[in-house]
């Protein structure tokens, strides 16, 4: 397990324990996180799991995949930090991930 944290748009921060091997919008999903809606079910097909990476670990994460960029297109708030967390697997190099949850999205 590896911790995540989601910073809510007020600024609240939310510690969960991620499962190494499922999507950082799985976790968020398992923990309650209300502002991942996740409506696809981690299809890439609905942008409602968008986040913003912290900079500082933007170049830790795969790089934006060509449907998961597309999909992003339709998402207000988008930024050069924009994922969707479906999208980021979770790895044992993440432990400590600080994304930030949309206030667009709630």
Request: glycine share 8%; aromatic share 2%; charged share 30%.
């Amino acid at each position: 397990m590896v911790r995540v944290i989601f910073v809510e748009p007020d600024g609240t921060e939310r510690n969960v324990e991620a499962e190494v091997g499922h999507s950082l919008m799985e976790a968020a999903l398992r923990h309650g996180i209300d502002a991942i809606r996740a409506d696809c079910g981690g299809g890439c097909s609905c942008a409602t799991c968008h986040v913003h990476v912290d900079p500082a670990w933007r170049n830790r994460l795969p790089s934006l995949g060509e449907t998961e960029d597309l999909m992003l297109e339709f998402v207000e708030g988008r930024d050069e930090h924009s994922r969707l967390s479906c999208q980021i697997d979770v790895s044992a190099e993440l432990d400590g991930l600080t994304v930030k949850l949309s206030e667009e999205q709630r």
